[in-house]
């Protein structure tokens, strides 16, 4: 389980260097084939470093100490011997030894405290170093107590044995060669040597012991025990050297010298006493150990100088392995640095190129394409996609894959262009098809509606006619999201108050809706359709998001920047991202997207808002709804004087206006008016013709005496239709004495038969219970009210 940790981070580690760049992933791999070079570099110069360490003990410590070994065991062996027979001959020959051993001793403690030395040696090196200098150090206090005559021989060999043993002790810490076979022969070599000073020691024994007279029983001990070891060292470095060293192997094997020696170590060990003379004098074993002790130096010292020369083949190689790791391998990294930035610098180019095509693909050719085909213009897929060359390579597999994908996406944004068009198209042509339809079912209600007296159907009438009306704005909405212009236009200035009023009347609860004073503007003819509509969308949301016990409330106001329109609900509003999606949506009139079919108004409200640079906004409403602010710009608004300054009330009446309204019959009793159909706008252009407003020759504003506007017959009729059907009753009879004109004696006809059926409405419910006026029709001859407006 301690494994998963380290498994994971390495597993993030590769994600995240997976999701690097290129550019990072290139020099990570640089910086890794460096720091491979660096290591095999390191490890072959350490190799390298380690010889020429080698090389710098064995000139600053080896060398020197050789000849310190050598004063040492000489000036041991003569101050045993002068400690067992004192006398002017043996001081002498000490007192000259001491200055020879301190000559080569002062060399060996100068080298030894360099700083080559110091460099080179290693921690354990370095400690065995300062105690062998420590021991040659104490030998001067050694010496004066034996001068002093405070120790015995046998201590006072063991005082210069000691100082030899810490030399040995540098021999074994230096044996560290990185050849394992080189470092194992030299072990070998100072094992030989080690043999060469147990011969020392065994030569300083005895001697002392033979200038004594005698040898004590432990002198014969330390004698056996000494030879014992000299014996089992030098077999155990003789049988290395058979293979390390064939010559030396013969020397030691074939030395006569040796085996006299041998001769008469086992003469001494046989037929030596405690307390009595050994069996040979003084004579006889200096001539046997002196010549033994020089041919074993030479042995030694002529394996040593052979196992240099052994060495420096090895030396050689790790001298070649360093240039090559530091030269050669030094080349080659920076070569492969050169290559990989270059290589990368040419792929990053090929990669950009390809980056570079595909955002100009997705930022302007596509774009480009699908605009102009918008416009209908016809588009080559083989030159809107040229292919790219990228050379035979990977890259060059990737951009010919490249080149597929813009093709086929160009090809693809062509064939959805074109059936967006024909969807388009398809909408357009229904869309006109309805509109010219509901535009004759109007006529005919029109006209219906003036031939129709009796309340309860002219009602019915007044219903379908605002139902027509709807669905004339429905037809030319989808006109709008097709991109074309509907077909309704005005060539003068309408009242802004007559504009808002025919977009009360294409709303289906247009009682609700409350207009407050407006101001005399008039608002540009060529504009005045697609105002009304933008309203009418606005009005319809806050009808249908607020509940229906409220009042919409509709106000109007010259602004710095144009004439600013608010319509203001009091239902549950929307949340502030609601809000500011529904304001974006507004702001980017973008192709209408067929993939979404929610508020369908807003891309209407936001295609004619683009059409003539109307701003509109939605904000939180003071009463908790949403307020709409409709911006229209300066150039579209005029301050009119002659517009009337008018409100509209609750239930939709016009006081004192152009519009046209009456009671609904069935509930004139209750004195609530009803909404009639307002004609407040002149007659729309159709295409292709002069649109001129419609109006009666000689007619006149006037208004009943509930404040209520008066149709003027045939007001609102084509020329062609003006005086077709029955003439009425006033065209018919003239004036009357009075000089009352026709429309003035109908009026005052229609009013008293209205009181006249009021008063009998109010008799019969004064009547038995349960009965009820019977409504009465219209008088005859009066004009036919009008719904709401079949012009706009």
């Not at 354990?124 to 030998?139: D, F, H, Y």
């Not at 089992?232 to 094997?253: C, G």
């Not at 219906?448 to 037809?475: K, S, V």
């Amino acid at each position: 389980m301690g494994g998963w940790p380290l498994y994971t981070l390495l597993g993030r580690w590769q994600m995240r260097f997976r999701n690097s760049r290129l550019r990072t992933k290139v020099t990570a791999l640089l910086l890794s084939l460096t720091a491979l070079w660096a290591f095999a570099a390191w490890v072959t110069i350490r190799e390298g470093m380690n010889l020429v360490w080698v090389s710098t003990l064995d000139s600053a410590v080896a060398g020197p100490s050789d000849p310190v070994l050598a004063a040492l065991q000489q000036e041991r062996r003569l101050t045993v011997v002068a400690l067992a027979r004192p006398g002017p001959q043996q001081l002498a020959a000490v007192g000259t030894q001491r200055v020879r051993t301190d000559k080569v001793r002062a060399v060996l403690v100068r080298r030894a405290r360099g700083a080559a030395v110091q460099r080179a040696a290693g921690p354990p090196l370095r400690l065995r170093i300062r105690e062998a200098l420590g021991q040659l150090s104490g030998l001067d206090a050694d010496r004066r107590a034996i001068d002093a005559g405070l120790v015995s021989r046998t201590k006072a060999a063991a005082a210069y044995t000691e100082v030899i043993e810490s030399v040995f002790r540098i021999y074994d810490s230096m044996a560290t060669l990185d050849d394992k076979e080189l470092a194992k022969d030299t072990r070998t070599v100072i094992q030989l040597d080690r043999t060469w000073e147990l011969l020392g020691q065994e030569d300083t024994l005895l001697a002392g012991a033979l200038a004594g007279g005698n040898v004590n029983a432990a002198e014969h001990i330390d004698f056996i025990e000494i030879v014992g070891a000299r014996r089992f060292d030098l077999a155990r470095s003789t049988v290395e050297l058979q293979h390390m060293d064939p010559v030396a192997y013969r020397q030691l094997t074939r030395s006569e010298k040796l085996t006299r020696l041998r001769d008469l170590e086992d003469q001494v060990i046989r037929r030596t006493r405690a307390g009595t003379r050994p069996p040979v004098n003084a004579q006889q074993w200096s001539a046997a150990a002196g010549p033994a002790l020089a041919d074993l130096r030479q042995t030694v010292q002529s394996a040593g100088n052979r196992l240099v020369k052994r060495a420096e083949p090895i030396a050689m190689g790790v001298i070649i392995r360093v240039v090559l790791a530091c030269g050669l391998g030094l080349l080659a990294v920076i070569a492969s640095i050169v290559v990989s930035v270059t290589t990368a610098r040419a792929l990053l180019r090929q990669l950009k190129k390809l980056r570079s095509a595909a955002w100009e693909l997705a930022d302007q050719r596509l774009p480009s394409v699908v605009e102009r085909l918008g416009n209908g213009e016809e588009v080559d897929v083989a030159a809107e996609a040229p292919p790219l060359r990228f050379g035979a390579d990977e890259i060059g597999q990737l951009g010919r894959a490249f080149n597929a994908v813009q093709e086929t996406a160009i090809r693809v944004a062509v064939e959805q262009a074109e059936l967006r068009r024909g969807i388009r198209d398809i909408l357009l042509s229904l869309a006109r098809r309805s509109q010219t339809l509901v535009r004759r079912q109007l006529s005919l209600l029109d006209v219906m509606e003036r031939r129709e007296l009796d309340p309860t159907e002219l009602e019915d009438l007044f219903q379908i006619d605002h139902l027509a009306t709807r669905m004339r704005r429905n037809a030319e909405n989808l006109i709008v999201l097709s991109g074309a212009t509907p077909a309704r236009g005005w060539r003068r200035s309408v009242p802004m108050v007559d504009v808002i009023r025919a977009a009360i009347g294409e709303v289906e609860e247009y009682s609700r809706v409350n207009v407050l004073p407006v101001g005399r503007i008039t608002l540009q003819g060529r504009a005045v359709g697609d105002v009304a509509h933008l309203l009418a969308e606005l009005i319809e949301n806050a009808l249908s998001f607020s509940p229906a016990y409220t009042v919409v409330q509709i106000g109007g106001h010259m602004a710095a920047r144009g004439y600013a329109i608010e319509i203001d609900d009091r239902g549950l509003g929307m949340s502030e991202e609601s809000r500011a999606a529904a304001n974006e949506r507004i702001r980017n009139s973008a192709e209408f997207n067929l993939s979404s079919t929610a508020r369908l108004g807003l891309y209407v409200v936001s295609r004619l808002a683009d059409r003539y640079g109307i701003r509109v906004s939605l904000k939180r409403s003071p009463y908790g709804g949403t307020t709409a602010v409709v911006l229209i710009p300066l150039e579209l608004v005029v301050e009119d004087g002659t517009a009337p300054d008018v409100s509209v009330g609750a239930a939709g009446t016009v006081p004192g206006s152009g519009a046209m309204a009456r009671p609904e019959p069935s509930k004139a009793s209750s004195g609530r008016p009803v909404p009639g159909r307002v004609t407040a706008l002149p007659a729309a252009a159709e295409p292709g013709s002069d649109p001129q407003p419609v109006v009666a020759d000689g007619a006149e504003t006037a208004t009943t005496p509930s404040g209520l506007p008066v149709r003027v017959p045939q007001a609102s009729l084509a020329p062609a239709l003006k005086g077709d059907g029955p003439p009425s009753r006033s065209q018919a009879d003239g004036a009357d004495e009075c000089g009352r004109s026709p429309e003035e004696i109908r009026e005052l006809m229609a009013s008293y038969q209205s009181g006249t059926r009021r008063g009998r409405a109010a008799a019969a419910r004064s009547g038995p219970a349960g009965a009820r006026a019977e409504v009465p029709e219209a008088p005859a001859g009066s004009a036919p009210q009008a719904g709401p407006d079949e012009n706009l």
